[in-house]
Nanobody, 119 residues
Framework: QVQLVESGGGSVQAGASLRLSCAAS????????MRWYRQAAGGKQREWVS????????NYADSVKGRFTISRDNAKNTMYLQMNSLKPEDTAVYYC????????????WGQGTQVTVSS
C-alpha cells in the first residue's frame, strides 16, 4: 500500500509565502507524474494547479504561473509546491496526486492540507 501525506499548509496574509510538501511512503518502486490540485470551499470543483514529470518537466495553471514553483526530490519520493505572493483566491484545500509504480501504475491521492490567505 502507498500513502501520500501533504504538509505545510497554514493561514497567512496576502503576499506571504508557503511551501507545501507531499511525501509518498509504502511500496513505492518509482513515481511518474506528480500533481497538485486544490479545492475551494463552497462546493467548487477541484482544480488542477501544477504537475511535474519524472524528468523534471513542469506545467502550471495560468492562475498560479509565475507565483508557484513545483519541484520534487526523487530520492525522498517527495514533491514540493513553493507558493509566493499568495492571494485570497488561493485559499483552498491543496491535494497531491501521484502515479506510483509498485508492480503496476496506480494513482494515489493525499488527504489534503488547508491553505488560507487573508487580505
Amino acid at each position: 500500500q502507498v500513502q501520500l501525506v501533504e504538509s505545510g499548509g497554514g493561514s497567512v496574509q496576502a503576499g506571504a509565502s508557503l511551501r507545501l510538501s507531499c511525501a509518498a511512503s509504502g511500496s513505492v518502486f518509482s513515481i511518474s507524474t506528480m500533481r497538485w490540485y486544490r479545492q475551494a470551499a463552497g462546493g467548487k470543483q477541484r482544480e488542477w494547479v501544477s504537475l511535474i514529470n519524472s524528468d523534471g518537466s513542469t506545467n502550471y495553471a495560468d492562475s498560479v504561473k509565475g507565483r508557484f514553483t513545483i519541484s520534487r526530490d526523487n530520492a525522498k519520493n517527495t514533491m514540493y509546491l513553493q507558493m509566493n505572493s499568495l492571494k485570497p483566491e488561493d485559499t483552498a484545500v491543496y491535494y497531491c496526486n501521484a502515479e506510483v509504480y509498485s508492480g503496476t501504475y496506480v494513482t494515489y491521492w493525499g488527504q489534503g492540507t488547508q491553505v488560507t490567505v487573508s487580505s
